[in-house]
């Protein structure tokens, strides 16, 4: 194994974690701030970093979100680590799942921060990739990194946006941000794409929006 590969794996992992550390507020087990969900919000606790607003029912498409990104990104990190493929039939069955899943929320971030049809792109590349390698017309090892990147879309934006955050602190010149102004409420809840969709039914959500986001509309 690479030091590369070693390198990519750990990036991964880490990913995953930090993914998984948002749950807590996706599923109610940590209070909602006022200002609504937001793409960092384990960071503003931390040092005060505001990030993009979700606009995503917490948990409809949140957290099964990202427990399934963190899930992918695991699973391959631990193929690069392997070097196995006994298990890529599990990799590209939650691959698949994933990518049906991020349809009703398809004008989500990222394609609502850049007015780029990307979500929409991720979908097609994921679906016709896994149709590639049953299909036997692509590698599997190429096909799993293929999925593994287009996933990286979005964290990777939320990265950056960090990242320019860390570099202006340390140039001092970074503002800490109030979770209490005034005109900072959350968005309004995307619920379009649930019309019809049975765990919606199932589990009595409304147009109305999620009960936590509520709290300063």
Same mark, same amino acid.
């Given at each position: ?12 992992? /880490? ?20 200002? &609504? ?23 409809? /498409?949140?957290?099964?979100? +990202? ?6 990104? $695991? ?22 799942? /994933? ?30 990739? $896994? ?11 190429? &096909? ?21 955050? $860390?570099?202006?602190? $340390?140039? &001092? ?18 619920? &379009? ?12 959500? +409304? ?11």
């Amino acid at each position: 194994m690479t030091t590369l590969a070693i390198a990519f794996s750990n990036f991964l992992l /880490f990913l995953a974690v930090y993914n998984l550390s948002k749950l807590p507020w996706y599923l109610g087990a940590a209070p909602i701030p006022s200002y &609504g969900l937001e793409t960092s919000i384990p960071l503003h606790p931390l040092f005060g970093y505001r990030s993009l607003k979700l606009w995503s029912h917490p948990v409809l /498409f949140l957290a099964p979100h +990202t427990i399934m990104g963190s899930s992918l990104l $695991i699973m391959y990190a631990l193929h690069l680590r392997k070097k196995e493929v006994a298990d890529s039939s599990y990799f590209f069955a939650l691959a698949l799942v /994933f990518a049906l899943h991020v349809i009703p929320e398809r004008a989500g971030i990222p394609t609502r921060v850049t007015g780029l049809p990307l979500n929409q792109i991720a979908v097609g590349m994921i679906l016709s990739t $896994i149709a590639l390698v049953f299909a036997h017309v692509l590698p599997i090892h190429v &096909g799993m990194m293929t999925v593994v990147l287009v996933c990286l879309t979005a964290p990777i934006l939320e990265l950056s946006k960090v990242l320019s955050c $860390i570099f202006k602190m $340390i140039q &001092g010149t970074y503002e800490r941000t109030s979770p209490d102004e005034p005109a900072d409420a959350p968005m309004t809840r995307n619920m &379009g794409g649930y019309s019809g969709c049975p765990f919606a039914k199932a589990m009595d959500v +409304t147009l109305q929006g999620y009960p936590s986001d509520k709290q300063k509309e």
